[in-house]
Nanobody
Framework: QVQLVESGGGSVQAGGSLRLSCATF????????MAWFRQAPGKEREGVAV????????YFADSVKGRFTISQDNAKNTLYLQMNSLKPEDTAMYYC??????????????????????WGQGTQVTVSS
């Protein structure tokens, strides 16, 4: 049974940093495409960052490029999202997700919620101005 458990959310002032963690259980972590998504109240869930198997290739939404990084620790079976220079518009519930499918034709598909099969419960990030 695949399980994803996020942690690390909280409240921070604009310009601050947070690191989110996603502990993974029940599968061979390194063979999955891993991603972070976020959803603000009243808005659709949007892809933020994706990490391809092997941990080398990473891609980011334009809204977070240059501020967020995605990484993994294979020994701990944990995915991370380092968020720097946070803005109030980054306020959302953040989710990690996993997929075995891959082969997406473009970044939009790689960051689409429909491309992912397994989800965590989410961790809240609130950025105040």
């Amino acid at each position: 049974q695949v399980q994803l458990v996020e942690s690390g959310g909280g409240s921070v002032q604009a310009g601050g940093s947070l690191r989110l963690s996603c502990a993974t259980f029940g599968y061979s972590y390194s063979w999955y495409y891993m991603a972070w998504f976020r959803q603000a109240p009243g808005k659709e869930r949007e892809g933020v960052a994706v990490l391809y198997p092997g941990g080398v290739s990473t891609y980011f939404a334009d809204s977070v490029k240059g501020r967020f990084t995605i990484s993994q620790d294979n020994a701990k079976n944990t995915l991370y999202l380092q968020m720097n220079s946070l803005k109030p518009e980054d306020t959302a519930m953040y989710y990690c997700a996993a997929s075995t499918r891959g082969g997406w034709v473009n970044l939009a598909r790689a960051l689409s919620p429909d491309s992912y099969d397994f989800w965590g419960q989410g961790t809240q990030v609130t950025v105040s101005s």
